[in-house]
């Protein structure tokens, strides 16, 4: 399994001074970020799309490029693109560019948004909000597809045997699709046969086990292979159980009772918090032993290759944050892929022979 990290570089207070972060430091912070977790080994990072004045990334393919010239062998990932939004075209431009830049290590991940503040901002009627991501997502496809297109839609001027440039190194750029949770979301991914990105921030995870048979089932039914599959949860990770649930609680609640107040959800309290690091919680707040079986007990469930964890749900002390990611990357990670490698042998008769 795959293990790594996502971030929308949120901008709350700084728990250390009490000041709202800028959006400069917050950027010289996630650049020390990505950094690390390539140092210590992880598979992934991936940057989220935003514009609001809470989180500082609005460009995730310009911090990404930043990024590339600053790691080795880690995956750069948005997580996620409003392609919604956002032109196809440009889309796929920006991470072929990035592709180049890194040494073929790009991806994008695309999705609806869970915001909606890009729709007014570049012009977009919510009125149109799945028709949009359907036919965008069918352009950008195509693109990946074919470097000379011919293509027509409601939502953009049609394109006439166009040249789309640069190519990226990867033959085909990587693309997921983002879903939180609808089954008709889940279903088009499958039957497009692409990597679905499943978020879990909320509930009990085993409430999302038929979305993840039905995406697998519709994959099937199309004729492709298994798509590979990433759970995408929120997270923190300190040496003590309590020392972690202690330094994130705040910023967890602070984040999400924000966002809250937009959407009408109650103030998140502390046992509904502990609650959510349980086991059968959403949450991978704990120490690294508790992390890895939390990671293991929905690798039995969903049998993801991927898993991606938000360690920074609103702005915490970045000496935690860095020792966060150094425990996920030493101390989490080999021990999940050492398990989930032995289970894939022990599922797959072939291997067993080899």
Do not use: C
């Not at 707040?285 to 039995?300: D, M």
Request: without cysteine.
């Amino acid at each position: 399994m795959e293990i790594g990290i996502y971030t929308f570089g949120e901008r709350t207070e700084d728990p250390e001074t009490g000041r709202l972060i800028s959006p400069r430091e917050r950027l010289r912070r996630l650049m020390e970020e990505i950094e690390l977790a390539d140092q210590v080994g992880l598979d992934v990072f991936g940057v989220g799309e935003h514009h609001r004045p809470d989180f500082t990334v609005s460009a995730p393919a310009v911090v990404l490029a930043a990024a590339a010239g600053r790691t080795r062998r880690i995956r750069l990932t948005s997580a996620v693109s409003v392609l919604s939004s956002d032109d196809p075209v440009r889309v796929f431009q920006a991470f072929a560019t990035l592709d180049l830049l890194s040494g073929g290590r790009a991806e994008v991940m695309v999705g609806r948004g869970s915001f909606i503040e890009s729709f007014p901002l570049f012009g977009y009627d919510l009125e149109d909000y799945d028709e949009l991501f359907d036919e965008k997502l069918d352009l950008l496809l195509k693109v990946r597809a074919s470097e000379r297109i011919t293509w027509s839609g409601r939502h953009r001027p049609p394109l006439h045997d166009a040249g789309v440039y640069p190519r990226p190194l990867q033959d085909p750029l990587p693309v997921w699709v983002a879903v939180g949770g609808t089954p008709r979301s889940a279903v088009r991914a499958g039957r497009l046969g692409l990597p679905m990105a499943l978020a879990i921030i909320g509930g009990m995870p085993e409430r999302f086990a038929p979305l993840v048979e039905g995406y697998r089932r519709a994959a099937r039914q199309a004729g492709h292979p298994v798509p590979r599959l990433s759970i995408n949860s929120h997270g923190f990770i300190a040496e003590k159980s309590q020392e972690a649930a202690d330094i994130a609680f705040p910023a967890f609640k602070r984040m999400m009772d924000r966002i809250g107040q937009e959407r009408g959800w109650p103030p998140l309290t502390r046992e509904q918090f502990e609650f959510s690091r349980s086991l059968r919680g959403a949450d991978f707040v704990g120490s690294p032993q508790q992390v890895i079986e939390k990671i293991l007990f929905q690798h039995e469930m969903f049998g993801h290759n991927r898993f991606l964890m938000q360690l920074t749900v609103g702005t915490l002390p970045h000496k935690k944050v860095l020792r966060a990611i150094e425990l996920l990357g030493s101390e989490v990670a080999p021990v999940v892929r050492r398990e989930t490698a032995g289970a894939a042998r022990e599922a797959s008769p072939s291997l067993r022979r080899g």
